[in-house]
């Protein structure tokens, strides 16, 4: 979809059939993996990268991963250095500051575990 913004799109790896929808921004100077068939809503931010709280000139860069199947609800936040696990879905306006177990659905500010997915 159109207005996709960010930097370091060369630090962006997306696989197949995966949806991006419109005004996701990716921060991408740690990287960004984007594995296959991961749907991203509109208005999600990936942030892999953030200023050091003593000297704000320093960027800290750690990856964010989106593995396999991931659901990102429509203005979802996900943090540096975060990997959303296979199957996960993040529900809308999360802001998710820790790794997501996979089959699970997590929400809220900061995100949190709302309930397995049974397979």
């Not at 990716?26 to 999600?44: S, T």
């Not at 931010?45 to 990102?72: A, F, G, M, T, Y």
């Amino acid at each position: 979809m159109p207005g996709l913004t960010g930097v370091c799109f060369d630090r962006v790896h997306i696989g197949k059939d995966v949806m991006i929808m419109n005004n996701c921004l990716m921060m991408a100077r740690g990287g960004i993996i984007i594995d296959d068939g991961a749907m991203i809503a509109a208005n999600v931010q990936l942030i892999s990268n953030n200023h050091d709280l003593h000297d704000r000139q320093i960027l800290l860069c750690k990856p964010v991963h989106i593995c396999e199947n991931v659901w990102i609800g429509a203005g979802a936040t996900i943090l540096p250095g975060v990997t959303v696990g296979k199957n996960a879905v993040v529900a809308a306006g999360a802001v998710v500051t820790k790794d997501v177990a996979p089959d699970t659905i997590v929400g809220g500010n900061p995100a949190k575990l709302i309930k397995h997915i049974e397979q």
